[in-house]
């Protein structure tokens, strides 16, 4: 079964509006988690990385103030895309590592974003 | 920073073929590469990796193989199947170096297994 998971899995909303993701671990604790933006067709792309109890930790080029993320609990990062443009409409997708420092990563099953 | 390239774009194959998905990385420190499977609106789910002491893995139809010098990776596919059907990602990270488990990700293959 799924070991990280994400919510909601397709969103639908207003140019202008906010719109939070939330990715939970489900059976361990993830003191890192990690965003993607996938465009159709397209490769994943590293938005940011989050972490517990600190400032999350943004890829070049990617607004931080547009792209809020906050890592509350140790199972728990969510992302807020806020003043959502139809650009911003992807497929967003976080991950976490079972193991700390290791590379072998869980993914969510992602969250479609369309903005109108 | 590290650089993945992934080959081919497209790939189709016959049931019952093999298929051999091939990626380049830049970065010599790069020591862990997993292959990651993606089904249409779907997140990536790990299908195997290996680790840059080993040069072969394989598991049951899948294997992946690893040069390190040449610092490229392979993954075959054996006896495919319809199901086999969707995007693979080849991917790099620097494992248990502070490098925060970052991936890099090929580009990705769209693979076609046809009846």
């Known amino acids: 079964g799924a070991v990280v998971s994400q919510h909601p899995s397709w969103v639908i909303c207003k140019s202008g509006t906010s719109v939070k993701i939330e990715c939970r671990s489900l059976d361990f604790q993830a003191t890192t988690m990690f965003w993607y933006r996938q465009f159709p067709k397209q490769s994943l792309m590293l938005m940011a990385t989050?972490?517990?109890?600190?400032?999350?930790?943004?890829e070049q080029g990617v607004e931080k103030d547009k792209f809020l993320i906050n890592h509350a609990s140790l199972t728990l990062s969510t992302l807020t895309v806020t003043s959502a443009h139809p650009e911003d409409s992807s497929f967003y997708i976080c991950?976490?590592?079972?193991?700390?420092?290791?590379?072998?990563?869980?993914f969510g099953e992602g969250s479609r974003l369309t903005v109108l | 920073g590290e650089n993945v390239e992934q080959h081919p774009s497209t790939l189709s194959v016959q049931e019952g073929d093999s298929a051999v998905i091939k990626c380049t990385y830049s970065?010599?420190?790069?020591?862990?590469f997993p292959w990651y499977k993606q089904e249409l609106g779907k997140g990536p789910q790990l299908i195997i990796d290996i680790r840059s002491n080993v040069g072969e893995k394989k598991d049951q139809r899948i294997a992946v193989t690893l040069n390190k010098t040449a610092k490229h990776f392979s993954l075959h596919i054996t006896e495919t199947q319809p199901e086999d059907s969707a995007v693979y990602f080849c991917a790099a990270s620097k494992e248990l170096t502070g490098g925060g488990n970052k991936l890099t990700f090929g580009t990705g293959t769209q693979l076609k297994v046809e009846l």
């Open positions: 991950s976490a590592p079972r193991i700390v420092g290791t590379g072998e990563l869980f």
């Open positions: 989050s972490n517990e109890g600190s400032k999350a930790t943004y």
């Open positions: 970065d010599s420190a790069s020591n862990y």
